[in-house]
T-cell receptor
Framework: QQQVKQSPQSLIVQKGGISIINCAYE??????FPWYQQFPGKGPALLIA?????SEKKEGRFTISFNKSAKQFSLHIMDSQPGDSATYFC??????????FGTGTRLLVSP | EAGVVQSPRYKIIEKKQPVAFWCNPI?????LYWYRQNLGQGPELLIR????????DSQLPKDRFSAERLKGVDSTLKIQPAELGDSAVYLC????????????FGEGSRLTVL
């Protein structure tokens, strides 16, 4: 099964700072790379996703940067807020309607 | 619109006992997934349904796990007998076939096997 490697495992950022989480994948059946956000006791929820006909996608304070040749993509959270404290998962599709998730990054934004 | 509904939210059982989890997906979503999430890890796919058909069950431990999706709507995941290593959160998700990759997750069922 395809592996998706995510780093760092945990991250502490001060309020207002930039959070950066990286993801590397092996192979994909098609180009669709999402990030999911999970709060304690809840299921993951789609945060932002990119279809790499572009190298970057921005939605509010959240940006995905994609490097197809390196098989890597990253999540940037600008002006990080305490409410962003959660676990973030990247994912890659080895097949249609199938996602393999990374191991997760626990983000703590200190006030 | 209601999201993905799962029950029970929590279950504590002794090893070797059976357990079952239920999931009702978002109305109109043909694709249903069961994932297992171990503590501190990402979700791992157990089985995927397209309507009533299990199209990907390669990661389902078939000696003790079973699942069904009668009538192509709600689904049940069963473990019998449970082992200590089955302690995890079991997540159900659904998607619209037209939304490639976008999964909507329920809140999960947390299983503790003693």
């Amino acid at each position: 099964q395809q592996q998706v490697k995510q780093s760092p495992q945990s991250l502490i950022v001060q309020k207002g700072g930039i959070s950066i989480i990286n993801c590397a994948y092996e192979n994909t059946a098609f180009d669709y790379f999402p990030w999911y956000q999970q709060f304690p006791g809840k299921g993951p929820a789609l945060l932002i996703a990119i279809r790499p006909d572009v190298s970057e996608k921005k939605e509010g304070r959240f940006t995905i940067s994609f490097n197809k040749s390196a098989k890597q993509f990253s999540l940037h959270i600008m002006d990080s807020q305490p409410g962003d404290s959660a676990t973030y998962f990247c994912a890659a599709p080895p097949g249609f309607q199938k996602l393999v998730f990374g191991t997760g990054t626990r983000l703590l934004v200190s006030p | 619109e209601a999201g993905v509904v799962q029950s029970p939210r929590y279950k504590i059982i002794e090893k070797k006992q059976p357990v079952a989890f239920w999931c009702n997906p978002i109305s109109g979503h043909n694709t249903l997934y069961w994932y297992r999430q171990n503590l501190g890890q990402g979700p791992e796919l157990l089985i995927r349904y397209e309507n009533e058909e299990a199209v990907d069950d390669s990661q389902l431990p078939k000696d003790r796990f079973s699942a069904e999706r009668l009538k192509g709507v709600d689904s049940t995941l069963k473990i019998q007998p449970a082992e200590l290593g089955d302690s995890a959160v079991y997540l159900c998700a659904s998607s619209d076939q037209g939304a490639a990759g976008e999964l909507f997750f329920g809140e999960g069922s947390r299983l503790t096997v003693l």
